[in-house]
């Protein structure tokens, strides 16, 4: 898909992202860069799913890089060849700096569909659609939440709702909850046996245990693995990645019946006060849909702000809706098979769904 000429806008190249040093200096300069940008989150997908990352610019191989969008390559005989800017991420906003680029890098991956190079395309942007996505399907459903951290701690918690949050912070010190952190075999354990009883709970199957074990060797000790324990056993955990000024909730799950400990809460608490002592002004914490309200309103009692998540698509899907029979049946199936089933289905599926 690599581009040909001098240079000026129309004209669309194509680079490695881990291995051209522009594309992380890019990253780190750029003020809408996300965690889901970085060399680290593309070499996880890689590594675990065999994605292959590319980026689109109008910068020539041999000028500074100043705009692209980053896309993965999901090849799969199941769902089809397609473009996703990027897979698995809550969001993936377009670095470009002028509406002429950004029409040109589209119009560019629109000609490689059109050759039937790849089925489709699909960028996850987070802010609102632009005039120059034409032709596009505009997805919405979902919300990104986002909480503010630059007040003072004591400020923060009286903000939080006082019988979903402040409560069952008190409530995880009263029980003498354990708070722990890292990313250890033995603590991704702890995180993995809870994630799959929710998603379970939730009639899916849970994400592949190599994607995490990806995630740690690529981000290091920016990820850390945040574990509730009572009476030594794990209850919940939730999994976060500093990235800059921001720290990012990604994953998170607990023992059902442990909930009303208030292990969850406390560890929302404790990675916002560690936030905080690092200079991090922001906790993202994710994309919800609007079909899982209970996850929105939980988020919104920390006192995050829900924006829109508009992604786009190109070309339009044909609106195809399951029957909710078929659904729940699915579900309940999922919920009911043996863990061996479930990692089947999470190590077979998970490659071809991005």
Known sequence: MDGRGSGT????????????????????????????????????????????????????????????????????????????????????????????????????????????????????????????????????????????????????????HKDCIQRKIRRAERENLVYEEGNSEAQLGDFYRL???????????????????????????????????????????IVTISHRRTMVYKYGCSDSSANKYGGTPMLFWQAIQEAKAHGQNELDMGRSDLQDPGLSVFKEHWGSVPAPLTYWQYPAAEAKKRPVGQKRLANHMIAASPNWVLLLASNTLYRHMG
């Open 9 to 160: 806008i129309g004209e669309v190249y194509e680079l490695d992202p881990l291995s051209d040093s522009r594309w992380p200096a890019l990253v780190t300069a750029h003020s809408q860069a996300s965690v889901f940008h970085t060399c680290a989150w593309l070499s996880a997908l890689k590594a675990t799913y065999g994605y292959r990352p590319l980026v689109l610019t109008t910068c020539p191989p041999d000028a500074p890089l100043t705009d692209g969008i980053a896309f993965c390559e999901v090849r799969s005989w199941l769902t089809g060849s397609r473009l996703v800017s990027l897979p698995f991420s809550d969001h993936c906003e377009p670095l470009m700096n002028a509406p002429e680029a950004l029409d040109a890098v589209l119009k560019h991956a629109r000609r490689a569909i059109e050759q039937g190079r790849y089925k489709r395309m699909e960028v996850r942007p987070h802010t609102a659609p632009c005039t120059e996505v034409r032709d596009f399907q505009l997805k919405g459903g979902a919300v990104l939440h986002r909480l503010d951290l630059t007040a003072p701690a004591d400020q923060l918690l009286r903000s939080f």
């Open 195 to 237: 994630m799959t009883m929710t998603r379970r709970r939730h009639g899916l199957p849970p994400q592949p245990l190599q994607w995490f074990r990806a995630l740690i060797a690529a981000f290091g000790p920016s990820l850390k693995v945040r574990i509730a324990r009572k009476d030594g056993i794990a209850v919940a955990s």
